[in-house]
């Protein structure tokens, strides 16, 4: 499988932006999606997941109540709504997939393949 993310950009604290991650090769059918995000100098930070079932959502408690992930089956693609941005969101955002459980969806090592990244720039 072989994911695409974009859809990021610069945006003032308080907007919204939407990030869309497409899977070529293959489906997200079977895998949960995971977005995370890193900032410079900075790991890489799990951000938020949705099952393969894709009604179970986890977001990070850093973005719950901001931040949505969703999937759209017959597009193929998963999205991460980002509403109330702040300058602290300001990060590289990466999505992946894998059979990550609900004890490990947080977890990079459980993702097998992944997206190249987009970049999210919140100014204050």
């Known amino acids: 499988v072989q994911l695409q993310a974009f859809g990021g950009g610069l945006v003032q604290a308080g907007g919204s932006l939407r990030l869309t991650c497409a899977a070529s090769?293959?489906?997200?059918?079977?895998?949960?999606t995971g977005w995370f995000r890193q900032a410079p100098g900075k790991e890489r930070e799990f951000v938020a997941a949705?099952?393969?079932?894709?009604?179970?959502?986890y977001p990070a408690d850093s973005v719950k109540g901001r931040f949505a992930v969703s999937r759209d089956r017959a597009k193929n693609t998963v999205y991460l709504q980002m509403n109330s941005l702040k300058p602290e969101d300001t990060a590289v955002y990466f999505c992946?997939?894998?059979?990550?459980?609900?004890?490990?969806?947080?977890?990079?090592?459980?993702?097998?393949?992944w997206g190249q990244g987009t970049q999210v720039t919140v100014s204050s």
């Open positions: 949705i099952r393969p079932s894709g009604s179970n959502t």
């Open positions: 992946a997939v894998g059979r990550a459980l609900m004890s490990t969806m947080a977890d990079i090592r459980a993702y097998y393949y």
């Open positions: 090769g293959g489906t997200f059918s079977g895998y949960t």
